[in-house]
């Protein structure tokens, strides 16, 4: 990754103070080393900050301090202001009973629990490195397109390097949520879950959800039994899409539409509205109808495509599974009744690594952990390191900044990074952020 330098200024102000910066010098335990005190002036010891709270309730549990001569074990309640206790009605909770220690930057006023017992306070704001603070504001404050894109250079390679990794895996996790419930929604059938996320993905992003659609209203089960036939799964394609609904020209699509009034009279079919496809400002390989076509041509040339997924690791081996030939109509039109120059309609390598990425490593990942095979989970990420980083806009502004993805694996990182820790601004829990705000060089008029 090439690094680069920018400057930046920054006058900040205590007044901005973000009540997640507290939490991140009370996780961190990140205070001067002189004697802590309570707003009493008793002694106080971190023996343990707790474990972090994400839903509701206290902030942190299970933490041990020591306050004076006594070990206390409990929850731990943060704020801005001491009398945001009150303004967030904790007093009238009992969930905040069990309050051991009310940690804020300003102590306003005294406190007390449900049950009128006075909350030890322990006021922040003199015990902890200013440049703490300065380096946390000059990040949220930015408004650069990624909140530490004129710094992110100060941050250690490997640490950017060893994000990057985690952030994959994380990508992954989230992927699998989406998956488990499209699986149990399908009755924990593997087969109809991996057609649907497939199909979704032929659309790519303009007709990701007609595709999605389409899935959803023909299931896998009927196209299987007529695998071996590329016309009728055509006719039962393009007839659930709506494509068929008109008199055409053409002797193949007049077909189709014949096969398709007895296939959907046979299933209890019920086609999708024809205006849900988009083709404006796509280029002709990108038509539905020609994605339709090369999907049919997938299910027809594919006996048992995920059992195949699933058990090859290698791009190399995959790969060859999306070389698909459409049926001989497909080779002189893009739309149907409108000819084009005679061509051979298969998907290009762009589309096939898409596909790679967007669904076949989610779908081997999830099934190795749902299945219990590591194997093939390790293979899911192995597959994303093997192909080329993705070109799209996120990934272009990553590179105008100088973070240049070496591989899929990479640039998918990437994606989670800005759109889960950039763009809201989560920087405490982004180890770029961390490393950042933790690094105590304050710069002397520009950083």
């Known amino acids: 990754m090439v690094f680069r330098y920018k400057l930046y200024n920054y006058n900040y102000s205590e007044d901005n103070m973000r009540e997640e910066f507290i939490h991140f010098l009370w996780r961190f335990r990140l205070f001067n080393s002189i004697p802590l005190q309570t707003t009493k002036g008793l002694l106080l010891e971190i023996f343990h900050p707790g474990i972090l709270n994400s839903n509701a309730g206290p902030d942190f549990s299970a933490a041990r301090?020591?306050?004076?001569?006594?070990?206390?074990?409990?929850?731990?309640?943060?704020?801005?202001?001491?009398?945001?206790?009150?303004?967030?009605?904790?007093?009238?909770?009992?969930?905040?009973?069990?309050?051991?220690?009310?940690v804020v930057m300003h102590h306003d006023m005294e406190i007390k629990d449900n049950t009128g017992a006075e909350v030890p306070v322990f006021e922040v704001r003199n015990y902890f490195d200013a440049s703490l603070l300065h380096n946390y504001e000059r990040i949220v404050h930015s408004r650069s397109w990624i909140p530490c894109e004129n710094f992110i250079f100060e941050t250690d390679p490997f640490i950017v390097s060893n994000w990057l990794g985690r952030l994959i895996a994380e990508r992954l996790e989230n992927k699998s949520n989406e998956i488990m419930q499209f699986y149990r929604y399908f009755d924990n059938n593997w087969h109809q879950t991996f057609y649907y996320f497939l199909a979704r993905n032929f659309g790519f992003k303009v007709n990701a959800s007609p595709f999605a659609l389409l899935a959803q209203k023909t299931p896998y089960q009927i196209l299987a039994r007529h695998r071996n036939d590329l016309t009728q799964l055509e006719a039962i394609l393009f007839g659930q899409a709506g494509f068929l609904n008109k008199d055409f020209k053409d002797a193949y699509p007049t077909l189709l539409k014949k096969e398709y009034a007895f296939l959907q009279h046979k299933y209890s079919l019920e086609p999708l509205d024809s205006s849900l496809w988009k083709f404006g400002r796509l280029r002709p390989?990108?038509?539905?109808?020609?994605?339709?076509?090369?999907?049919?041509?997938?299910?027809?040339?594919?006996?048992?495509?995920?059992?195949k997924i699933t058990t090859r690791g290698n791009v190399a081996d995959i790969k060859p599974l999306f070389k698909l030939k459409c049926s001989p109509y497909w080779t002189t039109h893009y739309t149907f009744d409108k000819p084009s120059h005679s061509r051979e309609k298969k998907p290009g390598d762009s589309a096939i690594e898409n596909i790679l990425i967007n669904t076949i490593a989610p779908l081997k990942f999830v099934f190795g952990k749902e299945s219990m095979k590591p194997e093939i989970r390790e293979q899911a990420i192995n597959l994303l390191t093997l192909l080329p980083p993705e070109k799209n806009t996120i990934i272009t502004n990553w590179e105008k900044i100088g973070i240049k993805p070496v591989n899929a694996a990479e640039s998918q990182a990437l994606l989670e990074l800005k759109k889960y820790y950039c763009t809201p601004k989560k920087c405490l829990q982004c180890a770029i952020g961390h490393n950042l705000i933790r690094n105590n060089r304050k710069a002397s008029g520009s950083v």
């Open 285 to 307: 390989p990108n038509f539905p109808t020609l994605r339709i076509a090369q999907f049919a041509a997938l299910i027809h040339q594919s006996d048992s495509l995920f059992d």
């Open 65 to 102: 301090v020591k306050i004076d001569n006594t070990l206390w074990a409990g929850n731990v309640e943060i704020h801005v202001n001491s009398s945001d206790w009150y303004r967030h009605n904790h007093q009238q909770d009992e969930a905040y009973g069990n309050i051991i220690l009310h």
